[in-house]
Each structure stands twice: as structure tokens, then as C-alpha cells.
């Protein structure tokens, strides 16, 4: 079961700022935050979604809650330039489904806006990850796995990455987020998920470098690095490098 929801979390997603500053090229909204550990590597994100009390009680109760990243993305690139999308991802609470998790690409040409949204789990329903259990999804531009173009003109859902291309190819890319806001359909009424090692067209997320300068304290200044992976001398350092970005 897929629920077509793409408008109802954009449009709240507009009305949140980001979580914290980014210094590493994302930043997080919503029910999202940085933890330990990652797959082979220190840190990653966990992005959450909550219904309590069930669909469709906690619409009702506006009790629903998602999280998410935002990734930054150079100016300029079209859809055609954009060939790799791919994650590392864990369930650690319920599971794919309910159209979510998913990476959501906003694309326009001038005239025409909208977003393509790329399933995370086995298509094609999308439903039944495992838990707590590192996966990857391989190229989900390049795979088996179709994409759901029913937010742009003469869109389906779904379309092969190729048709899509030919469809979409000179659209500029104006975002890319990965999502989690599926708990609606979770028989526990959470969805939460661990993702790793994104890879957004040939570069690499690995969560390991501070968003926060909270991130720093306690020992954390051990466990994070710079963009370039570098790692911090002390806790000092670590602070320095979130407040100047040196």
C-alpha cells in the first residue's frame, strides 16, 4: 500500500527550519538527528516518523509527525546530470511502506514544477524491510527499482529512470531530500530508520561531521570529522570548526 502524501509533507515542510546549521552540505527538519553508530563509520542519520493513536487519530489530533534531511545541491544541475542515488539504510522501528522512507527530487523548468519520488525497500510495493539489518539499495536510479513521476506533467507512477530522463531530462534539480513520514501505515505507528553513506550523484554523506556545536561535547569531538574526514584534536577544536567552518 502506497499513500500519495508527497504535497501534504512538502507543505509542511515549508513551514519548519532546518534543525541546525549545515556545515557539511545537509541539514535535518522534522523528527531527524545524528547517532551512533553508522554503517562502518561512527555517525548516522535517523530520521522518524510517529501516528499515535493510529491512522487516521493522529491526523485527527495533528499528532503526526516526519523527519528527513535536506541535501544542498549545486545550482545549475539537471535532471539528466543526476545519475546516482543511493543509501545505506537500517529500520530500527517498523518498517518500508506507506510510500516512505524515500528520496524526493524537486525539479522545474521555468513553467512547470514538482517532484520525483524514488522508493526506498523492494519494489514494488515498497513494504516489508527488515529490521535491524544494514542494506543497500545500489543505484536506485540505475537499478530495477521504477520512480514515481505522478508530480510532474505527463508523470506516472511509475516510470523507468530512462523514460524519465527523456521526460524530465532538462529540468533543473532545485532539491533533494530523504524522507521518513510513513508511520501512518506501521502497526506500531512508528517508522524510524537509520540511513548511511548517501550517495547524491557522486558525493558521499557519512553523518561524521558535527551539525551542532552539542555534537562536539561529551566525547563526540572523537567521533566526528571534518568534510575532508580529518578528525579534531580536543573538544575545542571540534567547536572552532562548527562556529567558522575552520
Given amino acids: 500500500m502506497r499513500f500519495r502524501n508527497v504535497g501534504i509533507v512538502m507543505g509542511l515542510l515549508a513551514l519548519l527550519s532546518p534543525a541546525s546549521e549545515a556545515l557539511a552540505g545537509y541539514s535535518l527538519f522534522g523528527d531527524a538527528q545524528i547517532v551512533q553508530p553508522g554503517n562502518n563509520s561512527p555517525n548516522a542519520v535517523q530520521i522518524r516518523s510517529t501516528c499515535p493513536g493510529g491512522f487516521p487519530t493522529c491526523f485527527i489530533n495533528n499528532s503526526f509527525t516526519f523527519g528527513g534531511v ?47 519520488s524514488v522508493y526506498l525497500g523492494p519494489p514494488p510495493n515498497y513494504m516489508f524491510c527488515p529490521s535491524n539489518v544494514w542494506q543497500s539499495t545500489g543505484d536506485l536510479l540505475e537499478g530495477v527499482n521504477p520512480i514515481d513521476t505522478s508530480h510532474l506533467p505527463a508523470g506516472t507512477f511509475y516510470d523507468p529512470y530512462t523514460l524519465a530522463v527523456t521526460k524530465y531530462g532538462s ?33 558521499i554523506y557519512t553523518f561524521d561531521q558535527p551539525q551542532t556545536k552539542e555534537q562536539c561535547k561529551k566525547g563526540g569531538w572523537e567521533v566526528t570529522t571534518r568534510t575532508d574526514n580529518s578528525t579534531f584534536k580536543n573538544q575545542g577544536a571540534c567547536i572552532q570548526y562548527f562556529n567558522t567552518g575552520k
Avoid at 521518513?180 to 550523484?201: E, K, P
Fill in 70 to 116: 535536506d541535501f544542498d545541491i549545486p545550482a545549475g544541475i539537471t535532471f539528466a546530470d543526476f545519475q546516482t542515488l543511493a543509501t545505506d539504510y537500517m529500520f530500527t522501528d517498523g518498517s518500508c511502506g506507506g510510500g516512505s522512507p524515500r528520496f524526493v527530487i524537486s525539479l522545474t523548468n521555468g513553467t512547470n514544477s514538482g517532484d520525483i
Fill in 171 to 203: 529540468y533543473q534539480v532545485t532539491g533533494v531530500q530523504l524522507v521518513a513520514d510513513g508511520s501512518w501505515a506501521q502497526l506500531g505507528g512508528v517508522q524510524t530508520m537509520r540511513g548511511d553513506n548517501v550517495n547524491i550523484n557522486g558525493t
